[in-house]
């Protein structure tokens, strides 16, 4: 048996059913044998850049939780991943990289360089597997790895191992789905808090200014550790107002004290509460720069509680008065039953009418006038009309620019899950790619990928890798034929702008032209006048070339 049929059929019992490669010299054996003799049972999607592979794989293992794989050549091609890879490894995505090395037997190889130093620096985690004994038991430990969330990992494999034959037995060569790698060691037990720490949480917040609203933020933490209704409970006991981060928006969508996300891009009204707070509860968030805005939003006396599972990220980005280790929803919970021993019972200081109405009647959106553009929309219509025209059944992929900005004010999600957010990386052209993928591991939504024309432009050709697989995904193109946050910012600065404005081809013809459906909108009636077809999941890929007004320029910081 070939080393790479065994790898195959351990990635099959794995219970992988789609994998993302682009053909090299080194992996054209494994990826034929693949389609040859599993193609009944994964699928392999092909795309046309390496860099997009690796995206489209993270994109797949987040919509749906699952193990996203990818394969890619060694050298040249395995260098094109790296801003694809630092985004997975910010995100801590399930994703596998299966990458050849030079062989064993070559004493010089035109695509070596410092392969391993790179996957290092960029994935993170890398495991070698130089010989056919320990292939298997490598790629199994990396499988196991991703699963229980310790990923990303790549695994190198010399070619000539990959491709040689396997000196080791592989269960008779039989393939079959054990569920083997699927029942790796998990817990499902959760970390409680110390309840000293507890105790002396309620202290800092009873110490706190009682003339002023105390905030609390619930991140990714809370909501994977379902502690919505505890953290709720919480806040109406000492009255203190809601909000989340940017990973977590619209976890509290609908509480009359919900005040959305906070950060650089995030609602005035959260922003202008955390910044007057004596008093910051933060469950289940990392308080890193985009939740502070690098620090702005919290004032130096204001006194902070951080909650975590992971030791290592309370106090890492935001300094904190106080650390308490446990999971959110516990956390949430031993607080309230603290505050009701003590018969400490805030309700009513601040959940007034006049608070309650004050939230209800802040505009999402901005409300700054700004010159037309004749044949251009407005972003602010643009993102009101789509959030209420898409399905509501949706997953929302965002790619990076000056439009994203008006994305996360407008076009909302059912749960904070369903937004996949790209930019941990701050890198632009990763939307198109990841949306691919999590279109492929969406069910029955509604993946809808978000762009600038920039970031479109950037991974264009993926466009027909789409096509190609009937990719059931809507693209908008918010178009302002600029790089948004380059041009506003150089306004603000009185310098040169238009250096930053660079005009895009009709992106509906060209998605035409590779096979997609493309529509053009440049007014808010262009958008109603395609609103049946945007208000389906789309059979095929679907493009929308949104004009907008670049003019328009959001209220945050450039």
């Not at 976890?251 to 004290?257: C, L, S, T």
Request: proline share 4%; glycine share 10%; with cysteine.
């Amino acid at each position: 048996m070939k080393a790479h049929e065994a790898v195959i059929g351990l990635i099959d019992e794995a219970g992988v059913e789609t994998v993302f490669a682009l053909m090299s010299e080194d992996t054209m054996r494994m990826l034929a044998t693949l389609h040859e003799r599993w193609s009944g049972e994964m699928r392999v999607v092909h795309s046309r850049h390496e860099q997009s592979a690796v995206a489209m794989a993270d994109g797949y293992a987040r919509a749906g939780d699952d193990v996203g794989v990818c394969i890619v050549g060694r050298g040249p091609a395995v260098a094109q991943t790296g801003t694809s890879l630092v985004t997975a490894r910010r995100r801590g995505s399930k994703l596998l990289l299966l990458v050849p090395e030079t062989p064993v037997s070559d004493t010089y190889d035109v695509k070596a360089f410092e392969q391993e130093s790179f996957l290092k620096s960029t994935i993170g985690t890398v495991l070698s597997a130089r010989s056919p004994e320990t292939l298997l038991p490598t790629l199994e430990e990396a499988l196991r790895s991703v699963r229980v969330g310790e990923g990303p990992v790549a695994v190198q494999v010399p070619w000539d191992v990959l491709d040689g034959e396997l000196s080791v037995p592989a269960d008779g060569g039989e393939r079959r789905r054990s569920g083997a790698v699927d029942s790796a060691a998990t817990s499902d037990a959760r970390l409680p808090p110390d309840d000293d720490a507890i105790e002396r949480a309620v202290d800092c917040c009873l110490d706190s200014d009682a003339a002023k609203v105390p905030v609390i933020i619930a991140g990714r933490g809370a909501v994977e550790a379902d502690a919505k209704d505890a953290i709720e409970a919480l806040a109406e006991r000492t009255n203190g107002v809601l909000a989340t981060t940017l990973q977590a928006r619209g976890y509290f969508d609908g509480h009359p004290f919900s005040l959305g996300f906070v950060g650089g891009f995030g609602s005035t009204i959260a922003n202008e509460h955390l910044d007057r707070s004596d008093f910051v509860l933060a469950i289940g968030c990392s308080l890193d720069p985009w939740t502070t805005d690098s620090g702005h939003l919290v004032d130096d006396e204001t006194t902070v509680v951080h909650v975590d599972t992971d030791a290592a990220a309370i106090g890492r980005y935001e300094s904190v008065d106080l650390g308490v280790l446990g999971d959110a929803r516990l956390a949430a919970e031993a607080l309230t039953a603290e505050l009701e021993d003590r018969g400490i019972d805030r309700s009513g200081e601040f959940w007034t009418d006049r608070l309650r109405d004050r939230i209800a009647a802040t505009p999402t959106l901005d409300a700054g006038d700004f010159p037309e553009q004749r044949g251009r929309i407005d972003p602010r219509d643009l993102v009101w009309g789509l959030d209420r025209i898409l399905p509501e059944d949706r997953v929302v992929v965002t790619d990076g620019g000056h439009f994203v900005r008006w994305v996360l004010d407008g076009i909302s999600t059912p749960t904070p899950g369903d937004l996949l957010w790209t930019l941990d990386f701050s890198a632009i052209g990763q939307g198109l790619p990841h949306g691919i993928g999590a279109a492929l591991n969406s069910g029955d939504r509604t993946t809808v990928a978000i762009c600038g024309d920039a970031g479109f432009m950037m991974a264009l050709q993926e466009l027909d890798t789409a096509v190609r697989y009937g990719v059931p995904v809507t693209v908008v193109v918010m178009n302002d034929s600029a790089l948004g946050t380059e041009y506003h910012s150089l306004l603000t600065a009185d310098e040169y702008a238009d250096v930053a404005l660079i005009d895009a081809p009709d992106v509906a013809d060209v998605a035409r032209a590779l096979g997609a459906d493309g529509y053009t909108v440049r007014s808010s009636a262009d958008l109603e006048a395609i609103g049946d077809v945007l208000g389906r999941r789309p059979d095929r890929p679907l493009v929308v070339d949104c004009r907008t007004n670049s003019a328009v320029r959001h209220r945050s910081k450039m």
